[in-house]
C-alpha cells in the first residue's frame, strides 16, 4: 500500500522524509537523466514560493514504509498557450519500478494541479513509455540555446 506525503512548505518536511533525504533520493534515482542537486534544490524552492507566478508543491510516496518515490510540480505562472503546471521531477526507487508506484505518483500530481501539466522526458527515456500511457502526448521537439 501506498502512502503519499503531500509537501508545500519546507515546514512539511518531517522526521520521515527530510528535505536532504528528497533531494538526494531524486539525485540518485534519477540517474542520468537527472541534474546537480544545487538545480533540484532551486525548483524546490521555486514550488514553495509564495508568488503569483511561482509555486507548486513536492510528493513523496512511500511503499511499506519507506521511500520509493518522488515528484517536484512547478507553476508555470501561464495560462493557455502554455501549460499551468509543468512536472520537474519524479522519480521511483530503482529496485520498486514496475510495481505502479511511478503512475500512481504521477497520477496523484495531476490531480493536485488547477490546468494542463507538461513534461520534458529525453527520447531514450524509458520513462516516456509511461507518461504516453498516462496521456501525454508529444507537442514540441525542445530546443535550447545555452549561453
Known amino acids: 500500500m501506498l502512502e503519499f506525503l503531500l509537501i508545500k512548505s519546507d515546514s512539511d518536511f518531517n522526521t520521515k522524509l527530510s528535505r536532504e533525504d528528497f533531494v538526494d533520493f531524486l539525485f540518485t534515482h534519477l540517474d542520468r537523466f537527472g541534474d546537480p542537486k544545487e538545480d533540484i534544490n532551486a525548483c524546490i524552492d521555486y514550488a514553495f514560493a509564495d508568488s503569483e ?4 508543491f513536492c510528493l ?12 517536484i510540480m512547478n507553476d508555470t505562472g501561464m495560462r493557455g ?4 503546471n509543468v512536472l520537474v521531477y519524479v522519480a521511483v526507487d ?7 508506484i511511478g503512475r500512481q505518483i504521477v497520477e496523484k500530481a495531476i490531480s493536485l494541479c488547477n490546468g494542463n501539466v507538461k513534461l520534458h522526458v529525453e527520447y531514450d527515456n524509458p520513462a516516456k513509455r509511461l507518461y504516453e500511457r498516462i496521456g501525454f502526448k508529444s507537442k514540441y521537439a525542445e530546443m535550447r540555446y545555452d549561453r
Do not use: C, D, Q, W
Open 94 to 100: 530503482a529496485s520498486l519500478r514496475g510495481k505502479g
Open 53 to 56: 507566478f511561482a509555486g507548486g
Open 81 to 84: 498557450y502554455i501549460p499551468e
Open 60 to 71: 513523496g510516496v512511500f511503499y511499506n514504509g519507506n521511500l520509493a518515490g518522488t515528484l
